[in-house]
């Protein structure tokens, strides 16, 4: 279900709309807890967004960033989410915060997943935030139609953590937050720009297979509903 669709002049006011929205719900969190938590995604649409957030005068020092999905690459890949947000969210104010990587160092992404699962669960659930991007193919995260780990993914009693996942147009084996890791967000954004963007979220909102468009998941079933961002 879709809370709110908040529309932007252009992706600079976007950015500069979510980040304070963003940077308010990490403040409140900070407040009541002591600590927040945020699981970001990559791909070319959050550059303006991060950069945005990493300017806001917040206690950077209690948040622990995560992804909400990445590619089974190191830091030094130009391809690697972590490089994405290393160069333009944890900057300023924002270097402060601690950062979590999902691509770990094992001999293979299989491996990966079960040490960084432990990882995410010492940081507590739920994400006090999370920012879904959106692909043209109705991908969410690296939950890819037709992806061989899909239907785990997308399983409400698959377990929170970190499964592989492959899929033709996904390029690189991935690692991907399960869906149960990010539906119940205390803030679930999904985050996304331009008209085919929007075309694709009319199509995922109408009927339709689950399997064919994986973000209807999130829209579905999940159980904080989600704030749409989009500028054209
Ligand atoms: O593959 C991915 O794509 C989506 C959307 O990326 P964009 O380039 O169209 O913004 C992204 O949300 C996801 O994290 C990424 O791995």
Redo the contacts with the bound molecule.
């Keep these: 279900m879709v809370t709110k669709f908040h529309e932007f002049p252009d992706g600079a006011a976007l950015a500069e709309g979510l980040a304070d929205t963003v940077a308010s719900a990490l403040e409140a969190a900070i407040t009541e807890r002591g600590a927040a938590t945020i699981a970001v995604?990559?791909?070319?649409?959050?550059k303006q967004f991060f950069r945005a957030l990493s300017g806001k005068t917040i206690d950077w020092s209690k948040v622990t960033i995560t992804l909400?999905?990445e590619r089974f690459v190191p830091a030094d890949n130009p391809r690697s989410?972590h490089l994405l947000v290393s160069e333009n969210l944890l900057q300023g104010p924002a270097a402060k915060a601690r950062f979590l990587p999902l691509y770990q160092n094992s001999a293979d992404a299989e491996e990966a997943a079960r040490a960084v699962t432990q990882k995410v669960a010492a940081l507590g659930a739920p994400f006090d935030v999370v920012i879904?991007?959106?692909?043209n193919d109705g991908?969410?995260?690296?939950f890819f139609p037709a992806g061989n780990h899909l239907a785990a993914a997308l399983a409400a009693d698959t377990p929170r953590g970190v499964i592989t996942m492959e899929a033709e147009g996904?390029g690189e084996t991935?690692l991907t937050l399960t869906f149960s890791s990010l539906q119940d967000a205390r803030l679930l954004v999904l985050h996304i720009e331009g008209q085919a963007k929007k075309a694709t979220l009319e199509k995922a909102l109408a009927a339709g297979d689950e399997n064919e468009m994986p973000v209807r998941a999130v829209f579905r079933r999940a159980s904080t509903p989600v704030d749409v961002y989009w500028a054209p």
């Design positions: 995604s990559g791909g070319s649409t959050p909400v999905d989410n879904l991007g959106m692909g991908h969410t995260a690296s996904a991935r």
